[in-house]
Nanobody, 117 residues
Framework: HVQLVESGGGSVQAGGSLRLSCAAS????????MAWFRQAPGKERDRVAA???????GYADSVKGRFTISQDNAKNTLYLQMNSLKPEDTAMYYC????????????WGQGTQVTVS
């Protein structure tokens, strides 16, 4: 049973920083892709950043240079360091894991809210 638990969201002023965490358990494949998605009210869920188990990473254009995805394998935890936050970054942020980085059938966490004012 795959479980993803996000934490670290909150309210911050524009220009501030937050670090999101996603504790993962129960995923048995040695090759996988993990990612952060976000969804604002009335909008689709979009991928923000992804990291393959081989270490390759990718970012949406809107967050390049501001967000960094990383993973602590010993803690089975995925992170998203968010700097220079903007009001348009306000959204519910979700962690996901799948065998493929196209995420055809992801497991999702419950989400953590980020609000930038």
């Amino acid at each position: 049973h795959v479980q993803l638990v996000e934490s670290g969201g909150g309210s911050v002023q524009a220009g501030g920083s937050l670090r999101l965490s996603c504790a993962a358990s129960g995923y048995t494949y040695s090759s996988y892709c993990m990612a952060w998605f976000r969804q604002a009210p009335g909008k689709e869920r979009d991928r923000v950043a992804a990291r393959h188990s081989d270490g390759n990473t990718g970012y949406a254009d809107s967050v390049k240079g501001r967000f960094t995805i990383s993973q602590d394998n010993a803690k089975n935890t995925l992170y998203l360091q968010m700097n220079s936050l903007k009001p348009e970054d306000t959204a519910m942020y979700y962690c996901a894991i799948d065998h493929w980085c196209t995420f055809p059938r992801p497991n999702w966490g419950q989400g953590t809210q980020v609000t930038v004012s």
